[in-house]
């Protein structure tokens, strides 16, 4: 059996991981997930890639709302319900999308955190950004996510890539939403249609992997792994491939302990193996 062990929620863009035993899917991804994010002062967002230190920003769920901690600094607590404010446009990569300033207050606490000019945007409900109409149905949206509302690793799959490599990682390295136990290894990359506690998902792409996956999330140190070794075994298109993302239908409830059921799979093309390695940025 097929069994989600570990759900993950990212409510700011490119700053740490909260788990969690249960979580509202909503129409975007789970409640909550990316819903805000850091830009720079010319509004182009910010992540770990370019800026590693994002990592020491430990945010934790709270009853009013988002609370953040850094060792340096007192916290912040980020209210789930933000005052309204003009609307204005922000790129994630080839996506335009509409998000709001928070506040001038909280601005100034993430650019002393962080040692650098930066202001906290967020998505209200009315701004839908949809889902790249190549691998999901019209009306399907997302949050600030990279592009999809879920990304989705089978615990065998990071269980392989341990084997190969001299120091095991943690799962955080690769920033899921939900995990699973149960299956073969990669058996992800096969999932076309799946449900979960009633809810419907599809495979949408599998994801391609960057610098992010090398930055130790404690110590925000980058090293070489794991690109290094997926580069042996789990290219694709040019392309370093760890996990699935996944789009989805209706709304609900999912929690660790759920049955994963998979409705329908296909058959990935072959990797190409590749002695040639990859260095990290």
Known sequence: MLQVSELYIY????????AVQSAVVTSRGLEHDRRWMLVNEHGHFITQREFPQMALLKPTVETDGIAVHHHSSSSLLIPFHCERRP?????????????????????????????????????????????????????????FADAYPFLLIGQASLDDLNKRMMLPLPMNRFRPNIVFTGGDAYSEDLMNHITIAGITFYGAKLCARCVLTT???????????????????????????FGQNLVHENTGII???????????????????????????
Not at 220 to 239: D, F, I, V
């Open 87 to 143: 609307l204005h446009q922000f790129a994630v990569w080839d996506d335009t999308c509409f998000g709001q300033y928070v506040s001038e207050e909280f601005d100034q606490w993430f650019s002393d955190a962080l040692n650098m000019k930066c202001r906290l945007v967020y998505m209200p409900d009315d701004s839908e950004r949809e889902v790249d109409q190549r691998y999901a149905k019209p009306g399907m949206i997302t949050s």
């Open 11 to 18: 409510p700011i863009k490119s700053l740490g991981g909260i």
């Open 215 to 241: 930055i130790d999330q404690q110590t925000a140190m980058k090293a070489k792994e794991p690109l290094k070794t997926l580069a042996s075994y789990r290219m694709k298109n040019n392309k370093i491939m």
């Open 255 to 281: 929690s660790v302990g759920d049955e994963l059921s998979v409705l329908s799979s296909h058959t990935e093309e072959r990797f190409i193996v590749t002695k040639k390695p990859i260095t990290a940025a």
